[in-house]
C-alpha cells in the first residue's frame, strides 16, 4: 500500500510569489492535514480536510489555504511568500478523522529568498 | 497553537543504554502517539495508544498511556545507533485536530 506522496519534496521561492503543493493521501484515507515545521516553532497545524470539507483550521493568515478534492487529494497554498514560511510542510492523513492513527508523508521542504 | 510539553529536549546516551521520554498535557487526550523523525525525512508512526492505563511495545519501544490521560512516556530498551533522531508524541481529543510535543532529540554514541 503505496503512503503518503508529498511533490514537490524540494522548491525554492522568492518573496512576492505564491506556492502550491500537493499531497495524495493513503488509498482510503479520507482526512487529510497539514503542517509547518520549522526548527523554532516545531510541528504548527494548518488546517484539516474530510471529505473536501475544511473541518479544522489553525492559528495562520489567510495567505495560507487549501483545498481537497474528491479522490481526497489535498493541496495547499500559499499566496505573497514571506522569509518566514520557509519550512517543512507535512502532509499526513488518516482514515477516520475520530480516532485516526495519522501517516505522514516525505514532506515539502520550501525555501524562500 | 497548543504544543505538549515534552521532556527531555535532547538526550546523548551510550550504545545498549534504556531511554525514557515523556509528554505531558493540561488537556484530556483520548490517543496518543509517538512518532520518529530523520533529518529531512516525514515522520513515521512507531506507536498509537487508545486506552488510559493502554501498554504498548513496538520491538524495543513500549509506550503507554497515561491513567490520568494527560500524558504519555516511551522507552526505548538497549539503544542502537540506528533510534537517532527527533521522537514526538502527539495528542488528540475526540474527533479534533492532534497536537504535538516540541520534541526530543536523541544522540546514541557507540
Known amino acids: 500500500k503505496a503512503g503518503v506522496t508529498q511533490t514537490p519534496r524540494y522548491l525554492i521561492k522568492t518573496r512576492g510569489q505564491q506556492v502550491t503543493l500537493s499531497c495524495s493521501p493513503i488509498?482510503?484515507?479520507?482526512?487529510v492535514s497539514w503542517y509547518q515545521q520549522t526548527p523554532g516553532q516545531g510541528l504548527q497545524f494548518l488546517f484539516e480536510y474530510f471529505s473536501e470539507t475544511q473541518r479544522n483550521k489553525g492559528n495562520f493568515p489567510g495567505r495560507f489555504s487549501g483545498r481537497q478534492f474528491s479522490n481526497s487529494r489535498s493541496e495547499m497554498n500559499v499566496s505573497t511568500l514571506e522569509l518566514g514560511d520557509s519550512a517543512l510542510y507535512l502532509c499526513a492523513s488518516s482514515a477516520d478523522r475520530a480516532t485516526g492513527e495519522l501517516f505522514f508523508g516525505e514532506g515539502s521542504r520550501l525555501t524562500v529568498l | 497553537g497548543q504544543q505538549l510539553n515534552q521532556s527531555p529536549q535532547s538526550m546523548f546516551i551510550q550504545e545498549g543504554e534504556d531511554v525514557s521520554m515523556n509528554c505531558t498535557s493540561s488537556s484530556i487526550f483520548n490517543t496518543w502517539l509517538w512518532y520518529k523523525q530523520d533529518p529531512g525525512e516525514g515522520p513515521v508512526l512507531l506507536i498509537a495508544?487508545?486506552?488510559?492505563?493502554e501498554l504498548t511495545s513496538n520491538g524495543r519501544l513500549t509506550a503507554q498511556f497515561g491513567i490520568t490521560r494527560k500524558d504519555s512516556f516511551l522507552n526505548i530498551s538497549a539503544s542502537i545507533p540506528s533510534d537517532v533522531g527527533i521522537y514526538f508524541c502527539?495528542?488528540?481529543?475526540?474527533?479534533?485536530?492532534?497536537?504535538f510535543g516540541t520534541g526530543t532529540s536523541l544522540t546514541v554514541i557507540p
Open positions: 488509498s482510503g484515507h479520507r482526512s
Open positions: 502527539a495528542g488528540q481529543k475526540a474527533g479534533n485536530q492532534f497536537y
Open positions: 495508544l487508545y486506552k488510559a492505563g
